[in-house]
């Protein structure tokens, strides 16, 4: 039976005490789960962002994490700089360590983030994201999916994004295609999103999304085709902010 399902309590406070540095505490408790492939946990986490220069941001961040089960508690270690390279481009990069798991268990990622306006009404947003395990890291160590644990892999991932937003206009569109190679799991993305305004208060709202995946099960390759559609009215007066919906 590979069915399983679980909830948790999350909870994270973060502290500014000056304008280049944040700092950030975090915790995570199970409070209940159901069939043997829920793999999860609790942790205990610090973290902290400092901006050496205006462009250029430090991250930081520690876990300490109980899993369920007779598994042995184990820490996560993530450095990190996130860099602004141009006028609507970012870069980041960052290299995880694994304490407490047996074997080699760290990463890299490295990725590269674009906007680009083409006009007064058309913005084209790209994105390239590439995680690589170091030291021959086993696939089945999970390092970096918390909350939820899952396993890791080496991928890498891209998307083109373009949007719609006219000026003056009460409607607005924007497309994405994402494709995604995996070790383990490959996905391809598409989604469009809308919204018109009646007035300055009631609006359509509505979101299209397919998805097709590919992922190696026991030697087997597993393929699915997901399909959601969602249509929304939003009520949000304009003169006041006691009442949304």
């Given at each position: 039976d590979l069915a399983s399902e679980g909830g948790a309590g999350q909870v994270k406070l973060t502290w500014t005490p000056a304008t280049r540095l944040s700092l950030w505490s975090e915790a995570r408790n199970q409070l209940w789960s159901r069939g043997s492939n829920f793999n999860s946990g609790d942790y205990l986490g610090l973290g902290g962002s400092y901006k050496v220069t205006p462009k250029v941001s430090?991250?930081?961040?520690?876990?300490?994490?109980?899993?369920?089960?007779?598994?042995?508690?184990?820490?996560?270690?993530?450095?990190?700089?996130?860099?602004?390279?141009?006028?609507?481009?970012q870069a980041w990069g960052s290299y995880?360590?694994?304490?407490?798991?047996?074997?080699?268990?760290?990463?890299?990622?490295?990725?590269?983030?674009?906007?680009?306006?083409?006009?007064?009404?058309?913005?084209?947003?790209?994105l390239f994201e590439r995680r690589q395990g170091v030291q021959q890291a086993p696939l089945g160590d999970a390092v970096t999916a918390l909350p939820f644990a899952r396993q890791e892999e080496n991928y890498w991932s891209g998307s083109l994004g373009l949007e719609f937003i006219p000026q003056d206009s009460p409607y607005r569109l924007a497309a994405r295609q994402e494709i995604r190679r995996g070790d383990l799991q490959s996905n391809q993305l598409f989604t469009l999103t809308?919204?018109?305004?009646?007035?300055?208060?009631?609006?359509?709202?509505s979101r299209q999304e397919?998805?097709?995946?590919?992922?190696e099960l026991g030697g087997q390759t597993l393929k699915g085709q997901q399909l959601w559609s969602l249509w929304g009215m939003a009520f949000r007066p304009a003169a006041t902010d006691a009442v949304n919906a």
């Open positions: 430090l991250e930081a961040r520690h876990l300490r994490v109980t899993p369920t089960g007779e598994a042995e508690p184990y820490s996560l270690t993530n450095l990190g700089v996130r860099s602004e390279l141009a006028a609507g481009t995880q360590i694994a304490g407490g798991i047996d074997g080699p268990s760290n990463a890299a990622i490295l990725g590269l983030n674009h906007r680009l306006n083409l006009g007064p009404s058309w913005t084209m947003n790209t809308g919204d018109v305004s009646f007035n300055a208060s009631l609006a359509l709202l397919f998805i097709q995946t590919e992922r």
